[in-house]
């Protein structure tokens, strides 16, 4: 089945680490996103790409870094310059076609010890 | 400024009865609109979608959302709410995809 697998799940980081979330799809969609949710905060976004080989920082997007080489994968790296990394990552997809409609992967759980 | 709002952070329904959940938005055109759902520690699927047309749009797993442009609402029901409804619904506004606006949620608890 098609879908978006994000990896890992959870994920537990020191202080002064950076760490990358990966997002994988198998759609063929062109457009990917990472967004950030935190209780009662909705989701904001980080980082998107319409394009391989181009992406455009979101609302947040200090402290993260992206790179989109294939167009199945968009990893997402949360540095050391984050002030507060943990938080539920989630990375999306759509493909452009007017549709507008985002597809979810199941999230990526981040805590900084 | 763009938002959306959604003024429950947390309603509790019993199971069968009926279910509306708001949503308002500022944007400077009509927006494309949606509703969303987010089981506890899951991504968000989509329930179903506004862009033109008909006001009323039907959803996924019995859902419905009225589209109301005076009102600048797009509010969520469903005639009669089950168990496994019990998450967490977010409604979206955007002109596209790159610049979608969440609200901030409402969870949904269901007693049986």
């Known amino acids: 089945d098609g879908g978006i697998t994000q990896s890992p799940k959870y994920l537990f980081r020191k202080e002064g680490q950076n760490v990358t979330l990966s997002c994988e799809q198998n759609l063929n969609h062109d457009a990917m996103y990472w967004y950030r949710q935190d209780p009662g905060q909705g989701l904001r976004l980080i980082y998107y790409?319409?394009?391989?080989?181009?992406?455009q920082k979101g609302d947040i997007a200090e402290g993260y870094s992206v790179s989109r080489e294939k167009k199945e994968s968009f990893p997402l790296t949360v540095t050391s310059a984050q002030k507060n990394p943990t938080a539920f990552y989630l990375c999306?997809?759509?493909?452009?076609?007017?549709?507008?409609?985002?597809?979810f992967g199941a999230g990526s759980r981040l805590t900084v010890l | 400024a763009q938002s959306v709002t959604q003024p429950d952070i947390h309603i509790t329904v019993s199971e069968g009865a009926s279910l509306e959940l708001r949503c308002n938005y500022s944007y400077g055109a009509t927006p494309y609109l949606f509703w969303y759902v987010q089981s506890p520690g899951q991504g968000l699927q989509l329930l179903l979608k506004?862009?033109?047309?008909?006001?009323l749009v039907q959803g996924i797993k019995g859902f419905e959302a009225e589209f109301k442009r005076s009102q600048s609402s797009f509010n969520l029901r469903k005639p009669s709410v089950h168990w496994s409804d019990a998450a967490e619904y977010f409604c979206a506004v955007g002109a596209n995809t790159d610049k979608l606006i969440f609200g901030t949620g409402t969870r949904l608890q269901v007693f049986p």
């Open positions: 506004y862009f033109s047309g008909d006001t």
């Open positions: 790409s319409q394009i391989v080989n181009d992406f």
């Open positions: 999306a997809s759509t493909d452009r076609s007017g549709a507008n409609v985002l597809t």
